[in-house]
């Protein structure tokens, strides 16, 4: 079993910062990578950044220059530093892990439970 949980959501004012937080728990054999995705209300989720244990990352073009993922691998943790935020920006921010279970053979994605962002005008 693999426990992700997110935190650093929150309300903010447009052309502010966040930082979101995600550290995947439990009886993990392995990591591959780790990502932020986003669902806003009415929209299908989306990615916003990946990064792999290697360092590896990707971002979604609405959010390339302004948001930052990183890792800190020993603490299997990933960060989403989020800039000049705008109200476009507003979703539930989703953790997602990719996995390997101590009692799995292959990998598996595990989702945390989402923290909101709400970006005010």
């Known amino acids: 079993q693999v426990q992700v949980v997110e935190s650093g959501g929150g309300l903010v004012q447009a052309g502010g910062s966040l930082r979101l937080s995600c550290a995947a728990s439990?009886?993990?054999?392995?990591?591959?990578?780790m990502g932020w995705y986003r669902q806003a209300p009415g929209k299908q989720r989306e990615l916003v950044a990946t990064?792999?244990?290697?360092?590896?990352?990707n971002y979604a073009d609405p959010v390339k220059g302004r948001f930052t993922i990183s890792r800190d691998n020993a603490k299997n943790t990933v960060y989403l530093q989020m800039n000049n935020l705008t109200p476009g920006d507003t979703a539930v921010y989703y953790c997602k892990v990719v996995a390997r279970g101590s009692y799995r053979l292959e990998t598996d994605d595990y989702w945390g439970q989402g923290t909101p962002v709400t970006v005010s005008s």
């Open positions: 990064i792999t244990v290697g360092g590896s990352t």
């Open positions: 439990g009886t993990i054999f392995s990591i591959n990578a």
